[in-house]
């Protein structure tokens, strides 16, 4: 079974640093989307930042980018110029394949990201 | 535009009570409906998902079911609450996106925030 792993349950950054949240997954497919969604104390899921498997190429979404390393399936998420807004939990997530269990996603645990002024 | 609407925001149940939680999508046809849970602190549990009318699969044995009447509307019910079912229930829809590249991402409800009591 798939599954995604975040090692940091919480992580701090200064306001105007960079922060890189870290991502590890388990998987035998090679086509897949991975994903870093935001949720905010609202708890609503806002979409950060998705990566497709077959391209190699780093996502990028102006302040967030990720570091896709798909052989060691690792999928970290860095923030750069970090603001007050940013302070969020932040959950990495593999969707599965459409054809095999119905593109649903699994989540990791979680990383809660405080930002200090 | 598409839009999602979960309903109720807030629900506070007593235990052995029944629960009926529905979402909604519009602006889209023959979506993929999922039912998250999620416990205060931590990642999101799959419970449910349907990639068409009357078809549900089940992730975990539970307390739940599921049920799609409707294209666009995904039921979670219960028959009898149970204390452990407490927590935030998300519902979400994605595309089906079988082909690499045609899938464009999920988009989450607001949430309810089940208490029972």
């Known amino acids: 079974a798939q599954t995604v792993t975040q090692s940091q349950p919480e992580m701090s950054v200064q306001e105007a640093e960079t922060v890189t949240l870290s991502c590890t997954y388990d998987t035998s497919e090679s086509d897949?989307?991975?994903?870093?969604?935001?949720?905010?104390?609202?708890?609503?899921?806002?979409?950060?930042?998705?990566?497709?498997?077959?391209?190699?190429?780093?996502?990028?979404?102006?302040?967030?980018?990720?570091?896709?390393?798909?052989?060691a399936k690792s999928f970290s998420l860095k923030i750069s110029d970090s603001q007050l807004g940013d302070a969020a939990m932040y959950f990495c997530a593999y969707r599965t394949p459409i054809y095999n269990q119905g593109g649903k996603l699994i989540f990791g645990q979680g990383t809660e990201l405080s930002v200090k002024p | 535009s598409q839009t999602i609407h979960q309903w109720p925001a807030t629900l506070v149940q007593p235990v052995g009570s029944p629960l009926s939680l529905e979402c909604t999508v519009e602006g889209t046809s023959n979506p993929n409906l999922y039912w998250y849970r999620q416990a205060a602190g931590r990642g999101l549990q799959l419970l449910f998902y349907s990639v068409g009318i009357g078809q549900i699969s089940s992730e975990v044995p539970q307390n739940l079911s599921a049920s799609r009447p409707q294209d666009r509307q995904f039921i979670l019910s219960s028959k009898k609450l149970l204390l452990?079912?407490?927590?935030?229930?998300?519902?979400?829809?994605?595309?089906?996106?079988?082909?690499?590249?045609?899938?464009?991402?999920?988009t989450f409800g607001s949430g309810t925030r089940l208490t029972v009591v």
């Open chain 1, 32 to 71: 897949y989307y991975l994903f870093w969604y935001k949720q905010p104390p609202s708890r609503q899921m806002i979409l950060v930042i998705r990566q497709e498997a077959y391209k190699q190429q780093n996502a990028t979404e102006n302040r967030f980018s990720v570091n896709f390393q798909k052989a």
């Open chain 2, 84 to 106: 452990s079912d407490s927590g935030f229930y998300l519902c979400a829809w994605s595309t089906p996106g079988g082909r690499a590249g045609s899938f464009y991402g999920y």
